[in-house]
C-alpha cells in the first residue's frame, strides 16, 4: 500500500455527530477521511480511493453495515473494517467480526479506544508477510490439516475477533494461540496464557483480575491480575471449560464491557486484550446441560478453529521428530541425535492418543537413554528395560504389526511398573489421558504377555 493510500481513512455513518467526531479525530491522526452517509456513497468512495481503515455504523439508512463488511472483505480484503454499534447491540458487532470485521466500538464513542483501534488497523497495513509467518513457522508438518490450520492462522491474525479453540489434549492449541498472537499486529505486546482447570476455584477471579491491598486475608500488596498483564496484547485462556458458574459471570462482562474491576476495587479499570479460549470439552453439550452460560459461550465462540490430532497427520511425524529433537537437544545444549529408520517406522504407527505432548514426551526420555549417535528402538522403551534379546526380531515376526504390539506392550508395562501400578501417575508421565491408558492397558491384556512369541 503506498504512502498516499494509507493516509485515507472511510467513515460510513448517518449521524453528523459521529462523523464529525470521527473526521475530526482521524485528522489529528494523519488521516484523510472520506466521509459516507449511506452504503451507496460507500461503495462509490471505495471505488476512487484505496484505504488504510474503514469505519461503518452497522445500522445505515439504505441497509446494513453488515452488507458493507461482507462488500470489502470480498473486493478490498486488505482493508481493515470496524463496526460501529449500540451499546444494546453488541450481538451485530460479533456477526460483523464473523463477516470479516478486525474489531468494533459501542456508542458513545471513547476517543482512547478509537486511537488503539486505529493504531492497531495501522500495524496490519504495514505488517509484512515475513514478520506474519515467524509464529506460523512453528507449526510444524507439511499434511494437508497442517497446511489448512497456518492458512486460516494467517487470516485470524488480521482480526482482533475472539477465537475459540477447540482439538484433543496435546495437539498444540497454545502453539496455535501464540501463532495467531505472533502473526498479527499485537506481536510486540504480552501474550499471556492461563489455564483456568489448574488454578483453584477461590484464586481464580483474582487471578484474572487481580486484587487491592487487603481486599481480603492474605492480601499484603495490590496485584495486577493476568488481564492487565495482557493489555494491549493477547490472553489465552485454555479450559475454559473448567471455569465455575459464578466466575463465568464476571468473565462474560469483563469482555462485554472491555473492562475489569479489582478485587476491593471501587471502580472499573479499561483494558484492550485479544481473545483466544481453548478447551477439549464440549460446550455445545456444557451450554444444553446448563453448566456452562449460552451468553459467554456466543461471546467466545466468534470464530472457532479445530487443531487437527496426530492421528490425522501421521505423515508429518518424520518432520515432528526431527523439530522436537532439535528442540530437546537446545534445551539440554547438546546436539540433536539421528533417529534409527526402524524406530522412526515404529513411531509412524503409533496411534498417539496423547498426541504431540505424548510424542514430545517419549522423545525426551529417549534422548535422556540414548547412548549413541541415534535413537533406536531400545531408547524408545521405558528407562532401557527391553533388553537386546526381547525385542521383536525380523527373522521371528514377519507380520510387521505383530512387532508394534509386542513393542508397545512391553513399553506400557514398564511404564506402568515405574509407576509403581499407579495408572493415573503413569497416565500423567505418557502425556495421555487416564481412560486411554487403560483401554491400551486392556488391549495388552487380551493379546497376552510376549505376543510376539506365540
Known amino acids: 500500500m503506498n504512502e498516499k493510500a494509507a493516509s485515507w481513512a472511510l467513515v460510513l455513518d448517518d449521524e453528523q455527530t459521529i462523523t464529525e467526531l470521527l473526521d475530526i479525530t482521524l485528522a489529528e491522526m494523519g488521516f484523510s477521511v472520506q466521509v459516507a452517509h449511506d452504503l451507496r456513497g460507500a461503495r462509490e468512495a471505495l471505488e476512487l480511493h484505496s484505504y488504510a481503515l474503514c469505519l461503518t455504523d452497522l445500522r445505515l439508512p439504505d441497509g446494513s453495515g453488515l452488507d ?15 463496526v460501529i454499534t449500540a451499546y444494546s447491540s453488541t450481538e451485530g458487532a460479533v456477526e460483523a ?10 456508542k458513545p464513542i471513547d476517543l482512547k479506544r478509537l486511537r488503539r483501534l486505529v493504531e492497531q488497523a495501522r500495524a496490519l497495513a504495514v505488517l509484512t508477510p515475513d514478520g506474519a509467518n515467524n509464529g506460523i513457522e512453528r507449526l510444524v508438518g507439511d499434511s494437508e490439516a497442517m497446511r489448512a490450520l497456518r492458512q486460516q492462522i494467517q487470516l485470524l491474525a488480521r482480526s482482533n ?8 489434549s496435546g495437539t498444540g492449541k497454545e502453539l496455535s494461540a501464540r501463532a495467531i498472537h505472533d502473526a498479527g499486529p499485537r506481536r510486540d505486546k504480552p501474550f499471556i496464557a492461563v489455564n483456568c482447570a489448574a488454578i483453584p476455584e477461590g484464586l481464580l477471579e483474582s487471578e484474572l483480575f487481580g486484587s487491592e491491598k487487603g481486599a481480603f486475608t492474605g492480601a499484603n500488596q495490590k496485584r495486577e491480575g493476568l488481564f492487565l498483564a495482557a493489555d494491549s496484547g493477547t490472553l489465552f485462556l485454555d479450559e475454559i471449560g473448567d471455569v465455575p458458574m459464578a466466575m463465568q459471570v464476571k468473565l462474560l462482562r469483563a469482555l462485554q464491557e472491555r473492562s475489569i474491576r479489582p478485587i476491593g476495587a471501587s471502580s472499573e479499570v479499561p483494558v484492550d486484550i485479544r481473545l ?7 460446550l455445545q453439550e456444557m451450554v444444553h446441560a446448563g453448566t456452562f452460560r449460552a451468553d459467554l459461550y456466543y461471546r467466545i465462540h466468534v470464530v472457532p478453529l479445530q487443531i487437527p490430532p496426530l492421528r490425522q497427520r501421521q ?11 532439535r528442540k530437546i537437544a537446545q534445551r539440554q545444549g547438546k546436539a540433536p541425535p539421528s533417529m534409527e529408520a526402524g524406530a522412526l517406522h515404529w513411531l509412524a504407527q503409533q496411534p498417539f492418543p496423547g498426541n504431540v505432548r505424548e510424542l514430545e514426551n517419549l522423545l525426551e526420555r529417549a534422548f535422556a537413554l540414548h547412548a549413541g549417535a541415534e535413537i533406536t528402538l531400545q531408547d524408545l522403551s521405558a528407562e532401557g528395560t527391553i533388553r537386546p534379546a526381547q525385542m521383536p526380531s525380523m527373522a521371528r515376526l514377519s507380520p510387521l504389526a505383530e512387532r508394534l504390539q509386542s513393542a508397545e506392550q512391553e513399553f506400557l508395562r514398564a511404564q506402568l511398573a515405574a509407576a509403581r501400578n499407579d495408572v493415573t501417575i503413569c497416565a500423567q508421565n505418557l502425556g495421555i489421558g487416564q481412560r486411554s491408558l487403560a483401554l491400551r492397558l486392556q488391549l495388552c491384556e487380551k493379546r497376552g504377555p510376549h505376543a510376539d512369541n506365540t
Open 68 to 82: 458493507f463488511v461482507r462488500h470489502i472483505h470480498r473486493h478490498a480484503p486488505q482493508v481493515p473494517v470496524a
Open 97 to 106: 467480526m464473523q463477516a470479516g470485521a478486525f474489531d468494533f466500538m459501542t
Open 161 to 168: 475477533a475472539p477465537v475459540f479453540l477447540t482439538g484433543e
Open 276 to 282: 483466544i479460549t481453548a478447551t477439549h470439552r464440549n
Open 315 to 325: 505423515g508429518d511425524i518424520p518432520l515432528l521428530v526431527a523439530a522436537l529433537l
